[in-house]
């Protein structure tokens, strides 16, 4: 493995997320850096849930899901997705990022980097599970960034 390294300038890992980034609010992607992508990646892919969603939600909540970023990719803008990525279907419903928005309590969320050998033929319809099962065999690096919202 590499030293796949994702974060953000707007928060550290496993800080709070600032509340702008939240589905209430302006609900748009907080701004992700990406070091370390190994020399043979083909592309990569981004997926941000919620497992503390499991209780009150009863699943990991899918917020945001994209794949088939371009490797030479340093970073996402706020409130922006690469050009030629392809954003799959997240727990709203909807093709594009979802901000944290828990329910009852204050949710850890993941934003986790994959490096892949290959780009993925899926469509826009895909699912956080379907992205993870076309990625099988072909990781070559991960790296995860946390961050916490409160309602």
């Known amino acids: 493995m590499s030293d796949l390294k994702l974060k953000s300038p707007a928060f550290s890992d496993g800080e709070p997320i600032p509340e702008k980034y939240g589905l209430t609010e302006e609900n748009v992607n907080p701004p992700l850096e990406f070091e370390g992508i190994p020399e043979e990646t083909e592309s990569l892919a981004l997926l941000m849930d919620d497992p503390d969603a499991v209780e009150p939600a009863g699943k990991v909540w899918d917020h945001w899901i994209v794949w088939n970023i371009d490797p030479d990719t340093a970073e996402i803008s706020e409130g922006s997705t690469p050009q030629e990525a392809t954003e799959g279907k997240t727990d709203f419903g909807e093709t594009e990022y979802g901000g944290p928005n828990p329910p009852d309590r204050e949710h850890t969320y993941r934003f986790r ?30 790296a995860e960034l946390t961050g916490t919202h409160a309602p």
């Not at 050998?117 to 065999?137: C, S, W």
């Open 113 to 142: 980097l994959y490096a892949l050998t290959a780009k993925l033929e899926l469509p826009e319809t895909a699912r956080k599970e379907d992205v993870e099962e076309a990625m099988k065999g072909n990781i070559l690096a991960e």
